[in-house]
T-cell receptor, first 114, second 112 residues
């Protein structure tokens, strides 16, 4: 089955700096890669996703890049703000066959220091 | 358009009791997934259901755990004879086929 590894487990940045979180996956059939933000006491919330037919996607201060050859993908947050502080999870899924579950990374606790 | 609704938000059970966790998917979503999250850990897949069918239960413990998604009503995750190790946050998500998940706010189960 799929295995997703995520680094770093914790990340502290100064407000206004950029943050980068990296993930690798094992199943070459995976073709859908979402990122989720989880605030304390809440459920994960989808913030951006990318499919394997593109290499990069941007949404305001958030971008995701995908390298299919190396099987890794990254989340980039620019101009970080204190409200970006949360746990971020990457995930991967192969949209083939009957299996539809996402496999999640172990999470990154991002702290943005004011 | 309400999101994924989970209840109860918090559930306390004594060892040996049963826990029932409910999940109502977003309107129009026919795919439901249950995940478990232990403190300061990631989300571990448990089961994937469509209406009246279990599609993949490879992440479910073989004993004491069961799930259903009936034709009418919410999806239910049932844990019989709970033990302290079952204490965790249980999240439900729903989706349309081929799309991303929308998660509920979770049920935090505490076994005392």
């Amino acid at each position: 089955g799929e295995n997703v590894e995520q680094h770093p487990s914790t990340l502290s940045v100064q407000e206004g700096d950029s943050a980068v979180i990296k993930c690798t996956y094992s199943d070459s059939a995976s073709n859908y890669f979402p990122w989720y933000k989880q605030e304390l006491g809440k459920g994960p919330q989808l913030i951006i996703d990318i499919r394997s037919n593109v290499g990069e996607k941007k949404d305001q201060r958030i971008a995701v890049t995908l390298n299919k050859t190396a099987k890794h993908f990254s989340l980039h947050i620019t101009e970080t703000q204190p409200e970006d502080s949360a746990v971020y999870f990457c995930a991967a899924r192969a949209d083939t066959g009957s299996a539809r579950q996402l496999t999640f990374g172990s999470g990154t606790q991002l702290t943005v220091l004011p | 358009n309400a999101g994924v609704m989970q209840n109860p938000r918090h559930l306390v059970r004594r060892r040996g009791q049963e826990a029932r966790l409910r999940c109502s998917p977003m309107k129009g979503h026919s795919h439901v997934y249950w995940y478990r999250q232990l403190p300061e850990e990631g989300l571990k897949f448990m089961v994937y259901l469509q209406k009246e069918n279990i599609i993949d239960e490879s992440g479910m413990p073989k004993e004491r755990f069961s799930a259903e998604f009936p034709k009418e009503g919410p999806s239910i995750l049932r844990i019989q004879q709970v033990v302290r190790g079952d204490s965790a946050a249980y999240f439900c998500a729903s989706s349309l086929q081929g799309h991303g998940y929308t998660f509920g706010s979770g049920t935090r189960l505490t076994v005392v």
